[in-house]
C-alpha cells in the first residue's frame, strides 16, 4: 500500500485518460425499477447516514411533482454494480416515498399543500390524484456516471481513493443555504423587506441598535448573517400583532402563518404607504431604546426578551391608535422598567420556546400598558372568535390556491431543454459576446475563496466535470446565473477573462 501513495503520476493518468463520463437522463420508473436497484449501493461508508427530515424530503418530493431542476446524481460504475457518489438524501428520499415510507408535510409543501398527510400509496389510490404518480415516475433525473475505462482491474484500494475524490470535488465548495439566504430569494421583490434591507445597509447605527437590543451577542457572527436574522425578527413582529400570542405560542406551522400574514400585509399596502409602515416601526424601535437607557441608568435586571415584548406592546398600541407621545415622558419610563425589572422572572431566557412562558411574559407586558393607558388589549394576548376565524380563513385560501395548482399540475411543470456539455472556450466566447447576470440580487454574497478556486481548477485540469450551472435565459437577451457563479468567475479570472455584464 505504501507504494500507492507514491505513484502519484499513475493517480493522475487514471484522471486524465481512463477516466469515462457519461451524462444522461433516466425516469424514475426506470431507476427505481426492483432490477436496477438489486445493482445499486447508496449507502456508500464514506457518505453521511441519510438526515432529511419529512419537511425537507417533501419539499424535495414537491420540486420532482413540480418539474423544477434538481442537482443530478453521481454514480461511479464497476462491471455491474453502481455506486451512489454523490445525492445520497435525493436517491433514498425517492426510495422512502416510493415505499410509502412517510408522509408529506404541509410544512415542507410550499405549493400542492393538499397533498399533506399523503403518501405514494394513498395518492395513488385515490381517483382525483392518481395522476400524480404518472408524472411521479415519468420525471427524469439527471446523471453523471464515472467509470473506469482501457485499464486493467483497479486495486480496491485504488478505486476506493477515486471514489471518494470525485465525491470530495463534488461536494467541496457547497454549502447549505440559510434560512435568511433563502428568505433574501423569496423576499426578493417584496416593498417592506427591500425597504427594511436598504436601510440595513446604509444606516450602520440602525443596525447595530437591532442588533444589540433583541439579539445576543454571538462570536461566530457576520454583518450579513445578522442582517439575514433582523430582516426575519423585522417580518415577525411587523404581524405580530394580527396573531393573538395565545394562538401564535401553541401553534404547530407558527412560521408558516406568520409568512402568510406577512403576504397579505405586502399585498394590501401601497408603494406610498411602505415607507411610512417602516419608519413607524423605526420609530418603536427608537422607543424601545429608551427603555433600554433607562433600565441602564436606573440599573435595572433587562435582557432581549424584554424589548422584544416591548415592541410588540408598541405595535398593538399604535394599532389600537394610542398616542405614543406620552412615552416620550421619562418619569413613565421610569415607572413601567421599575416593574419590568421587579419581575423579571416572567423573561428568563431558559424558558423562551415553552408556550407558557411566551403567554405570561406577552400577558404580563400588555397588561402594564393596559393599567397606563386604561384601555383593553386582550385580543392580542388572549384572542377572540373573531380572530381564529380569521386566522382559519387565511389557511382556507391557501388550501383554496393548493386545489386550483392540483388541478393545473401539467400546467406548472416546467419545460426543460436536455443539458448540454461545453467547453471552457464555449462557456468564454458566449460570455464575452453576450449580456450575463452573474449574481442576481436573490443571490447570497459569495466571499472570495482561492483554495475552492484552486480545487476548481485542478479538478478541470484532471478532466473531472465540474457540477451543472444553471442559467435562467430572459426574454430581453440576459443570462441570470442562478448557481454557478463561483465556478464561472474562476474560470474566467484563472484565464484573465471578462464577460459582457448586464
Given at each position: 500500500?505504501?507504494?500507492?501513495?507514491?505513484?502519484?503520476?499513475?493517480?493522475?493518468?487514471?484522471?486524465?485518460?481512463?477516466?469515462k463520463?457519461?451524462?444522461?437522463?433516466?425516469?424514475?420508473?426506470?431507476?427505481?425499477s426492483?432490477?436496477?436497484?438489486?445493482r445499486?449501493?447508496?449507502?456508500?461508508?464514506?457518505?453521511?447516514?441519510?438526515?432529511?427530515?419529512?419537511d425537507?424530503a417533501?419539499?424535495f418530493?414537491?420540486?420532482i411533482?413540480?418539474?423544477?431542476?434538481?442537482?443530478?446524481?453521481?454514480?461511479?460504475?464497476?462491471?455491474e454494480?453502481?455506486?451512489?457518489?454523490?445525492?445520497?438524501?435525493?436517491f433514498?428520499t425517492?426510495?422512502?416515498?416510493?415505499?410509502?415510507?412517510?408522509?408529506?408535510?404541509?410544512?415542507?409543501?410550499?405549493?400542492?399543500?393538499?397533498?399533506?398527510?399523503?403518501?405514494?400509496?394513498?395518492?395513488?389510490?385515490?381517483?382525483?390524484?392518481t395522476?400524480?404518480?404518472?408524472?411521479?415516475?415519468?420525471?427524469?433525473?439527471?446523471?453523471?456516471?464515472?467509470?473506469i475505462?482501457?485499464?486493467?482491474r483497479?486495486?480496491?484500494?485504488?478505486?476506493d481513493k477515486i471514489?471518494?475524490?470525485?465525491?470530495?470535488?463534488?461536494?467541496?465548495?457547497?454549502t447549505p443555504?440559510?434560512?435568511p439566504e433563502?428568505?433574501?430569494?423569496?423576499?426578493?421583490?417584496d416593498?417592506?423587506?427591500?425597504?427594511?434591507?436598504?436601510r440595513?445597509?446604509q444606516?450602520?447605527?440602525?443596525?447595530?441598535?437591532?442588533?444589540?437590543?433583541?439579539?445576543k451577542?454571538n462570536?461566530?457572527?457576520?454583518?450579513?448573517?445578522?442582517?439575514?436574522k433582523i430582516?426575519?425578527f423585522?417580518?415577525?413582529n411587523l404581524?405580530?400583532?394580527?396573531f393573538?400570542?395565545?394562538y401564535?405560542?401553541?401553534s404547530?406551522?407558527?412560521?408558516?402563518?406568520?409568512?402568510?400574514?406577512?403576504?397579505?400585509l405586502?399585498?394590501?399596502?401601497?408603494?406610498?404607504?411602505v415607507?411610512?409602515?417602516?419608519?413607524?416601526?423605526?420609530?418603536?424601535?427608537?422607543?424601545?431604546?429608551?427603555?433600554?437607557?433607562?433600565?441602564i441608568?436606573?440599573?435595572?435586571?433587562?435582557?432581549?426578551?424584554?424589548f422584544?415584548?416591548?415592541?410588540?406592546?408598541?405595535?398593538?398600541?399604535?394599532?389600537?391608535n394610542?398616542?405614543?407621545?406620552?412615552?416620550?415622558?421619562?418619569?413613565l419610563?421610569?415607572?413601567?422598567?421599575?416593574?419590568?425589572s421587579?419581575?423579571?422572572?416572567?423573561?428568563?431566557?431558559?424558558?423562551?420556546?415553552?408556550?407558557?412562558?411566551?403567554?405570561?411574559?406577552?400577558?404580563?407586558?400588555?397588561k402594564?400598558?393596559?393599567?397606563?393607558f386604561?384601555?383593553?388589549?386582550?385580543?392580542?394576548y388572549?384572542?377572540s372568535d373573531?380572530?381564529?376565524?380569521?386566522?382559519?380563513?387565511?389557511?382556507?385560501?391557501?388550501d383554496?390556491?393548493?386545489i386550483?395548482?392540483l388541478n393545473?399540475?401539467?400546467?406548472?411543470r416546467?419545460t426543460?431543454?436536455?443539458?448540454?456539455?461545453?467547453?471552457?472556450?464555449?462557456?468564454t466566447?458566449?460570455?464575452e459576446?453576450?449580456?450575463f447576470?452573474v449574481?442576481?440580487?436573490?443571490?447570497?454574497?459569495?466571499?472570495?475563496?482561492?483554495?475552492?478556486?484552486?480545487?476548481?481548477?485542478?479538478?478541470?485540469?484532471?478532466?473531472?466535470?465540474?457540477p451543472p450551472?444553471?442559467?435562467?435565459?430572459?426574454?430581453?437577451?440576459?443570462?441570470?446565473?442562478?448557481?454557478?457563479?463561483?465556478r464561472?468567475?474562476?474560470?474566467?479570472?484563472?484565464?484573465?477573462?471578462?464577460?459582457?455584464?448586464?
Open positions: 500500500m505504501s507504494n500507492l501513495f507514491l505513484q502519484a503520476e499513475y493517480f493522475e493518468r487514471i484522471f486524465k485518460e481512463n477516466l463520463i457519461e451524462t444522461y437522463s433516466q425516469s424514475i420508473e426506470s431507476l427505481f426492483d432490477r436496477f436497484l438489486r445499486i449501493d447508496y449507502k456508500p461508508y464514506y457518505q453521511r447516514n441519510y438526515v432529511w427530515d419529512d425537507k417533501s419539499y418530493i414537491e420540486s411533482l413540480l418539474g423544477t431542476e434538481i442537482p443530478p446524481l453521481i454514480f461511479f460504475k464497476n462491471g454494480r453502481t455506486e451512489v457518489i454523490d445525492g445520497r438524501q435525493r433514498e425517492i426510495e422512502r416515498f416510493k415505499n410509502s415510507k412517510f408522509q408529506l408535510t404541509k410544512k415542507g409543501l410550499f405549493a400542492l399543500k393538499q397533498l399533506s398527510k399523503n403518501t405514494y400509496k394513498t395518492i395513488f389510490d385515490n381517483k382525483e390524484t395522476s400524480i404518480i404518472d408524472l411521479f415516475l415519468e420525471a427524469k433525473i439527471r446523471i453523471v456516471e464515472f467509470a475505462v482501457n485499464e486493467t483497479l486495486n480496491s484500494v485504488l478505486e471514489k471518494k475524490e470525485i465525491f470530495a470535488r463534488y461536494n467541496s465548495g457547497i443555504l440559510k434560512a433563502i428568505d433574501n430569494a423569496v423576499y426578493d421583490t416593498p417592506i423587506y427591500q425597504y427594511f434591507k436598504n440595513l445597509r444606516d450602520p447605527d440602525f443596525e447595530q441598535l437591532m442588533y444589540d437590543l433583541f439579539f451577542p462570536k461566530n457572527s457576520t454583518k450579513e448573517k445578522d442582517r439575514g430582516l426575519q423585522i417580518r415577525k404581524v405580530l400583532k394580527m393573538p400570542i395565545k401564535y405560542s401553541r404547530n406551522n407558527r412560521t408558516e402563518t406568520l409568512g402568510k400574514l406577512f403576504e397579505h405586502s399585498d394590501k399596502i401601497s408603494e406610498l404607504e415607507e411610512r409602515l417602516c419608519e413607524s416601526f423605526i420609530d418603536k424601535v427608537k422607543i424601545v431604546e429608551s427603555f433600554r437607557q433607562i433600565f441608568r436606573l440599573n435595572l435586571k433587562h435582557n432581549r426578551l424584554i422584544e415584548c416591548l415592541l410588540w406592546s408598541l405595535l398593538i398600541l399604535e394599532n389600537e394610542v398616542n405614543l407621545l406620552k412615552l416620550k415622558h421619562k418619569s419610563l421610569d415607572k413601567i422598567s421599575k416593574k419590568i421587579n419581575n423579571f422572572q416572567e423573561y428568563f431566557e431558559e424558558q423562551t420556546i415553552f408556550y407558557k412562558a411566551i403567554q405570561e411574559r406577552y400577558t404580563f407586558t400588555a402594564l400598558f393596559e393599567e397606563e386604561k384601555i383593553n388589549l386582550e385580543v392580542y388572549a384572542g373573531e380572530k381564529r376565524k380569521e386566522l382559519s380563513k387565511l389557511r382556507q385560501t391557501d383554496e390556491d393548493t386550483t395548482k393545473e399540475l401539467k400546467d406548472l416546467v426543460k431543454p436536455e443539458p448540454s456539455r461545453n467547453s471552457i472556450d464555449d462557456i466566447r458566449l460570455m459576446r453576450k449580456k447576470l449574481r442576481p440580487s436573490y443571490q447570497r454574497s459569495e466571499v472570495t475563496n482561492l483554495s475552492k478556486a484552486s480545487a476548481i481548477i485542478e479538478s478541470i485540469l484532471l478532466g473531472i466535470n465540474l450551472i444553471f442559467i435562467f435565459k430572459r426574454s430581453d437577451g440576459i443570462s441570470e446565473v442562478i448557481d454557478g457563479q463561483q464561472l468567475l474562476t474560470i474566467l479570472g484563472y484565464l484573465g477573462k471578462e464577460y459582457v455584464d448586464e
